[in-house]
């Protein structure tokens, strides 16, 4: 195109800029569409706890199952999603579908299931959200201690008074807060404190390779000592094989989530996953390979 433009390097970055917007504008008529069509799933990662090899939480994920291009991960259409106001959408699906999803799981007698949902900043500051939580609440009757929600630091320091407010009240309804991608971020320590926050999840970056980076090792050694200090949970995202598991077990990690244990697995292999009460320790055939 550049050569047929003479070289006009302003024609050509105009066109190609069209080339996008037109793109992404059709992503996100896709995206309307999908939403409509019920194309978008959730698929469930377990939360190993280490002290005993099992789970009963977990994290659900958003797939979009596209018709002929089969299915999409959320880094391919959560911004766009997001930069055009429909993920505010989506996320109303998202909590009544994981709601119902865990009454299903307790009412099978399958345990006391919990799930967690990842939030965006621009959801979780609408004033819709709260609703949205307690709607699904009063809906499916579960123990709101079944519901945990994964906030960024990034989310947090986006609005922080609004956040924290936000955050106060989902803790007085009983739900779990967790901190996700926890070591990326900016919070302070001083900051973190006055969260109400049940759980850090240490973002992979910091798990890949743990055993022969010494920076990474003491970032995971001192979020783990922050939390037990801080009374918070710890769980490492992103453990892949027995090395990194076994360095978490040694530093006191207290739950771990990762593909070493397994992929993020659409709703009936999960169900089976629970109630064959799968132990991802003792048992290397409880692992997942299956997305
Ligand atoms: P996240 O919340 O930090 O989720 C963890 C991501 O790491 C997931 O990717 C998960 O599949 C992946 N993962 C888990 N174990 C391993 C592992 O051992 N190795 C590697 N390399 N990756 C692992 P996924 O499902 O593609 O999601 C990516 C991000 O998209 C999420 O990061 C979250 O920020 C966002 N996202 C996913 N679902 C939703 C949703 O329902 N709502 C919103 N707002 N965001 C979502
Ligand atoms: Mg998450
Ligand atoms: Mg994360
Ligand atoms: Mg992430």
Wanted: proline fraction near 4%; charged fraction near 20%.
């Amino acid at each position: 195109h550049a050569k047929k433009l003479g070289g006009n390097n302003f024609q050509f970055f105009t066109h190609k800029l069209n080339e996008m917007a037109h793109e992404r504008f059709a992503l996100e008529a896709e995206l309307r569409h999908a939403l409509e069509h019920g194309e978008f799933v959730l698929h469930y990662q377990p939360k190993v706890d280490l002290a005993t090899g099992h789970f009963t939480s977990m994290e659900a994920l958003i797939r979009w199952q596209h018709p002929q291009r089969g299915l999409i991960m959320p880094e391919h259409f959560i911004q766009i999603a997001e930069e055009s106001g429909l993920l505010h959408q989506i996320s109303k699906w998202i909590i009544p579908t994981v709601c119902r999803q865990i009454r299903q799981w307790q009412q099978q007698g399958l345990g006391q299931v919990s799930a967690a949902v990842n939030l965006s900043a621009s959801f979780f500051q609408h004033r819709d959200f709260e609703e949205t939580i307690e709607a699904s609440l009063l809906e499916t009757g579960i123990p709101p201690e079944s519901l945990e929600l994964e906030l960024t630091e990034a989310t947090i320091m986006s609005d922080p008074q609004r956040v924290l407010g936000s955050m106060a009240a989902m803790k007085a309804l009983g739900l779990q807060l967790s901190i996700d991608d926890f070591g990326t971020g900016y919070s302070s320590l001083s900051y973190l404190k006055k969260l109400p926050v049940d759980k850090l999840k240490i973002d992979q970056s910091f798990i890949r390779n743990i055993a022969r980076d010494n920076d990474n090792a003491a970032v995971v050694r001192a979020v783990i000592s922050i939390g037990r200090s801080m009374q918070l949970r710890v769980i490492a995202e992103g453990v892949e094989n027995a090395s990194q598991l076994a360095w978490l077990q040694a530093e006191g990690s207290e739950e771990a989530q990762g593909y070493y244990f397994s992929r993020p697995v659409p709703v009936q292999k999960m169900t089976a996953l629970l109630r064959e009460k799968a132990n991802f320790l003792h048992n290397p055939r409880g692992r997942v390979q299956a997305r």
